[in-house]
């Protein structure tokens, strides 16, 4: 979608969803409504939420809007990342083969895996006693 040059994407992790506008501007990242030095205060999540950036040598040329629901901190990092990507590939089609090679495109698909019925967890047991 594109309205004076405002780029929207969705992105997605674990079980966090981001909703993404970026625009031609400073570099300036919002997150909720606050600052991504606030919002995300680790400096690894924050490297990883701009990688898009650094990888398409844009940093710093672009202004992102994001709201996040849902996760956890490095799942809500992931789904910025995923929104940033997918945005950035809508304002220039020549960044997908290299955002593809990064492995951003692609949504990742882990996810937790459930609890089993009769079992301590999705894969431990409770332990067995032969006596």
Do not use: C
Request: aromatic share 10%; glycine share 10%; proline share 5%.
């Amino acid at each position: 979608m594109e309205q004076e040059n405002i780029y929207y994407a969705t992105g997605k992790r674990k079980t966090a969803i981001a909703r993404t506008w970026i625009k031609p501007g400073s570099g300036e990242i919002t997150i909720n409504n606050r600052p991504v030095e606030n919002y995300f205060p680790i400096e690894v999540t924050r490297d990883e939420m701009i990688q898009p950036f650094k990888i398409t040598n844009t940093l710093g040329s672009y202004d992102v809007r994001a709201t996040v629901v849902g996760g956890g901190v490095a799942g809500q990092a992931g789904a910025v990342r995923h929104g940033i990507t997918r945005a950035l590939v809508s304002v220039n089609p020549d960044f997908r083969l290299t955002l593809k090679k990064a492995g951003f495109i692609k949504r990742d698909p882990r996810v937790k895996e459930r609890k089993k019925y009769g079992q301590k967890g999705a894969r431990a047991r409770f332990q067995f006693s032969k006596r």
